[in-house]
């Protein structure tokens, strides 16, 4: 949770560092916990990225997503992606700091992406699989705002993955289909 000292209508995305450096994460992935979501033999002991859950706004769940920079061989750093068990919860994410992609898929096959720079809002519909992947050099940070009953299916993309992958390829990012 990040408490007591400011609420967050209050985060100045000019700030976000400063102001993440007086939370304690909610959830830390590393490497060890992302093992089979990359391609490629992901090392143990990386912290992969770092959620913060902020003070709820009513039933509106808010979370911050610090996405650290790397890859695992060419693939970039990503989270490790989820459905909403809830079919009617959608998602906004708004983009603070850095550089990344959003990919999102449907249990029909069907994809999509978004670039998610600083000021970027991006809607996920209900339904749809949501991962951010950070394709730039710096820490890729984002706001996510999602309703209290939503919940979090990890196993469907755990046991199917997803459709596209995001790799460097001649030093740019680019979706390849996902095996
Ligand atoms: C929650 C929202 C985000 C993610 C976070 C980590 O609905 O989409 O806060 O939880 O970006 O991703 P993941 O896939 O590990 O939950
Ligand atoms: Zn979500």
């Not at 459905?83 to 449907?106: A, C, N, W």
């Not at 950070?134 to 999602?146: H, K």
């Not at 459709?163 to 990012?173: A, D, H, N, T």
Request: proline share 7%; net charge negative; glycine share 12%.
């Amino acid at each position: 949770m990040c408490p007591e000292q400011e609420p967050p209508e209050c985060i100045d995305p000019e700030r976000i560092t400063e102001f993440l450096s007086q939370c304690s994460s909610s959830i830390t992935r590393f490497g060890r916990d992302m093992v089979g979501i990359f391609a490629g033999e992901v090392e143990p002991d990386s912290i992969i990225y770092e959620v913060y859950e902020l003070e709820s706004i009513g039933n509106i769940r808010l979370a911050v997503t610090k996405l650290m920079p790397g890859k695992v061989g060419d693939e970039y750093y990503m989270t490790k992606g989820h459905y909403h068990e809830d079919p009617q919860s959608g998602e906004v994410y708004f983009g603070l700091k850095g550089r990344g992609l959003l990919i999102m898929q449907t249990k029909d096959g069907e994809t999509g992406e978004i670039e998610l720079d600083p000021g970027t809002i991006a809607c996920i519909r209900p339904g749809w699989a949501h991962r951010s992947v950070n394709t730039g050099n710096e820490e890729f940070v984002f706001l996510a705002a999602f309703p209290r009953e939503a919940g979090h299916d990890y196993s469907s993309i755990e046991e199917g993955g997803f459709l596209k992958r995001v790799v460097e390829v001649g030093g740019r990012p680019t979706l390849v289909p996902g095996q």
